[in-house]
């Protein structure tokens, strides 16, 4: 989610590399996935943060904590009233090749503190996607996916979204990963 910002959801989708907490995973990254008649990318991964499931999850169903490791992402506000679950949407703006690039993001699955799912949409893509919390020796073991529906000439660039989403993603949970963990102590 929490989506998952270079033409993506506030960089908001997934990567991996071996070791430093991001772990690969048997399935192909990038991979399409069948939709409707046509092929969706989707991109996930996962990574170890030594804190507490409970924790992990809280700070990322709140997407106004995004700015605090997104650097691309530069606000995101509660637009829906009430507490965060089920139906609670997110306006954010983040910054795609120096332009501002505006967001809505509903929560569409909200399961504290196993499972978090959202729904994000851009001008150029929606994303779908969930992020699970397992918990483990050394704290949450979080794995991640995004369905990725670009539309318009973004379709026609599917491998590079691809490329770029992972890549993004990776940045992305390491931040968040070094945020909480330095948080900690």
């Known amino acids: 989610m929490k989506h998952p910002t270079t033409c993506l959801n506030g960089g908001r989708v997934a990567g991996r590399k071996s070791g430093g907490g991001l ?3 048997p399935s192909s990254p990038g991979a399409p996935v ?6 969706m990318i989707r991109i996930e991964g996962e990574i170890i943060i030594n804190r507490p499931p409970e924790e992990v999850f809280d700070f990322i169903a709140d997407e106004r904590n995004e700015p605090l490791y997104n650097p691309r992402m530069r606000h ?3 637009i829906s009233n009430g507490p965060i679950g089920v139906g609670t949407r997110f306006r954010a703006e983040s910054a795609s090749m120096g332009r501002p690039v505006e967001m809505i993001i509903e929560v569409t699955d909200y399961e504290r ?11 150029s893509m ?5 992020l699970t919390f397992d918990p ?9 996916w995004w369905d990725l529906e670009p539309v318009g000439s ?3 660039m599917k491998p590079l979204v691809a490329s770029i989403g992972r ?3 990776q940045a992305i949970w390491t931040s968040l990963k070094h945020h909480l963990e330095d948080e900690a102590h």
Not at 113 to 123: D, K, L, N, Q
Not at 136 to 144: D, E, F
């Open 23 to 25: 772990t690969s995973r």
């Open 34 to 39: 069948e939709k409707e008649g046509f092929k």
């Open 76 to 78: 995101a506000e509660q």
């Open 113 to 123: 503190p196993r499972r978090f799912a959202s729904s994000t949409h851009i001008s």
């Open 126 to 130: 929606d994303i779908h996607g969930a």
């Open 136 to 144: 483990v020796p050394t704290g949450t073991r979080m794995h991640w």
């Open 154 to 156: 973004l379709r026609l």
């Open 167 to 169: 890549h993004q993603e």
